[in-house]
DNA sequence: GAAAATCAGGCAATCGATTGCTTAAATTTG
DNA sequence: CAAATTTAAGCAATCGATTGCCTGATTTTC
């Protein structure tokens, strides 16, 4: 059993040849006799050798690798995401790098350092909420490494990225409770610094517009995604002097927060109040009083998507003809209606 | 802007010096001038400087990276395991390679290839419920790649293993489900294949018998972790003559399928069955009726014993003292009791 | 039978950084 | 002032694999 993996020098030297000529025996070129490749793909296989992947992208300036940077592997939305890019990066090669910023633009920094260090061949990044800065963004573009942001973009010119379409969603999630005969709809939304935030904000307010519904400023409020603040905004919602009936939670994990609270307040779900969501989460199968709609946004598609830019990216600069168009992807997403 | 990173060539070339009188310089060697350093140390600050660490560690025959494989990123168990690695690999300037097998050997076997291929210093491994054979992980001996396995181990001799202890976990569960009058304790185990499922038959057993409580087969079922399995497990416990009043389940996730399938029954949860559980997930916080007992595991620690473990094998090889000893960690696990 | 063509394989550079060894120049010492 | 020492820096090998360009030996062609 030899200490290291089998390299080719050691096979050209067992054979007596150069290691050029192993080499282009293992490629089966032409200019190496039928008898020196039978030979040295023989021992090839008995040593066991298989080419080092880290020298060959080396010499190519290349490293296989993507790093992936996002808040919290335990949430169900980005652990999708993972396998979407997951199964496509495995399919072409590639390797992930994988850091959590537990929402702490520090360690955000930190991990992008290392990874820039490392030299990944590119990025797929979904920021951290509390991130308020870009230029550790922007320093990846002087380096030359191409960046798909998702789900969670930084509000930059000029950045890939894939997000799911929120608008028509909303609009179709409100269209979903006035038919339920709800007037009264509040919102708690995530903290404003997201643009996902102001997103839901711009079209809350323009659904309900649309649908001619007065909303009062007191039935919008926010939540920096903790219990905490989204039992305190719950507080303030249960307080007003005519209460909801329906609430959009910014995504399920507030609802389920807010669900909560409500419950341990006596109110009945879906009877007193009806909740409705972002996202989906599959946590949401084992809940007696899951919000009674969410809006999939399709994680997994969204990890695919997200990688095949970035690779498309990745082969167009290789091929020496660099896209110059910003790809800004908006997936289609779907309400899902729970059904009692 | 430069199209690379910048190189030490680059620098040497525009101070004309030699590159490893700019290497010497950058580490403050001794026989390098003062004038000289400075030099280099300004324009590296100026280039923006940063060394290649693939270069450094591929001549140190190192990769800095560490392959991570397990079943399931959406479990928060695997995902808390995830952040103790990822916390203690990072401040030691490792990263981390990932990839899930989502219980396809198959699957674990392409991702451990490709990771081999990229030469990870070693790996961490929690094996696919559905992995019979061990020769790819045999293969990882003779290729020096140290592996330490967590929670899901292989049952192979001569392997590093952090698992938590699960015989006085089970002692105390059945303890607890004494002190409250239980006497008709069932169990819905994992598929036998799995030593984790084997070790809690016998922990099951051994722990009724010190209670002098005599089980009968009927009561121990086994699910292969999916929905519909489980929930065929529990129609079976529910339609004996006597059917349980206390239910072990194999993990959280099992239970909540069970409680799932008893709630459609009309069963009353902890009034009827009262339903205790390994893992401790925080999904279960969500719930109306989560398990009233569950053995918390302490994921995030197994995580940062397993990378300990991992980098003190590196590190004693690197010093070419490798321990020839086997490290099987047994992490002390704790029931937690909800309260109702 | 000699020139041309083909075949088989080797040399050396390259990717980026490190490091043992050497060397030229400057300085100190006797 | 010559020898010894110190200072400052360069050369070249190395990690593993690839690849353009040679070169020597056959074989073919006229």
Redesign the pocket.
């Known amino acids: 059993m030899e200490p290291?993996p089998a390299?080719?020098?050691e096979i050209a030297q067992k054979l007596?040849?150069?290691?050029?000529?192993a080499?282009?025996a293992?490629?089966d070129h032409?200019?190496?006799?039928?008898?020196?490749?039978m030979r040295v793909q023989q021992l090839a296989k008995e040593l066991n050798?298989?080419?080092?992947q880290n020298?060959?992208l080396?010499?190519k300036?290349k490293t296989g690798m993507i790093g992936v940077i996002l808040p919290f592997l335990s949430q169900d939305f980005f652990a999708a995401v993972v396998s979407g890019i997951e199964d496509i990066a495995y399919s072409r090669n590639y390797t992930l790098l994988l850091g959590q910023s537990r929402d702490d633009e520090q360690r955000e920094r930190r991990i992008l350092e290392t990874m820039k260090n490392h030299r990944v061949d590119g990025m797929l990044i979904s920021i951290s909420k509390n991130t308020s800065a870009y230029d550790h963004f922007e320093s990846l573009k002087s380096s030359h490494i191409p960046v798909v942001f998702f789900d969670r973009i930084p509000e930059l010119p000029g950045i890939h990225s894939i997000t799911s379409e929120l608008g028509p969603g909303m609009l179709e999630m409100i269209g979903f409770l006035i038919k339920r005969k709800h007037r009264h709809i509040a919102m708690i939304n995530g903290p404003e610094s997201l643009p996902a935030s102001r997103e839901r904000r711009t079209g809350y307010l323009s659904a309900l517009k649309k649908h001619r519904i007065k909303g009062s400023p007191d039935l919008l409020v926010s939540s920096d995604l903790s219990a905490e603040s989204t039992h305190e905004a719950m507080r303030r919602l249960l307080s007003l002097k005519r209460p909801p009936t329906a609430i959009i939670s910014f995504n399920d994990y507030v609802a389920l927060d807010a669900i909560r609270y409500a419950k341990k307040k006596k109110i009945r779900i879906n009877k007193d109040i009806i909740f409705v969501s972002f996202a989906n989460e599959p946590v949401c199968n084992y809940m007696d009083d899951p919000p009674l709609a969410s809006l999939e946004q399709f994680p997994y598609q969204q990890g695919e998507k997200a990688i095949e830019v970035l690779l498309q990216l990745l082969h167009s600069i290789e091929e020496g003809t660099p896209d110059p168009s910003f790809h800004n992807i908006l997936l289609k997403s779907q309400l899902i209606i729970r059904e009692e």
């Open positions: 290291r390299t080719l020098k007596n040849i150069s290691v050029s000529s080499s282009r293992l490629h032409a200019s190496i006799g039928l008898r020196t490749k050798y298989q080419p080092n020298a060959i080396f010499k300036r």
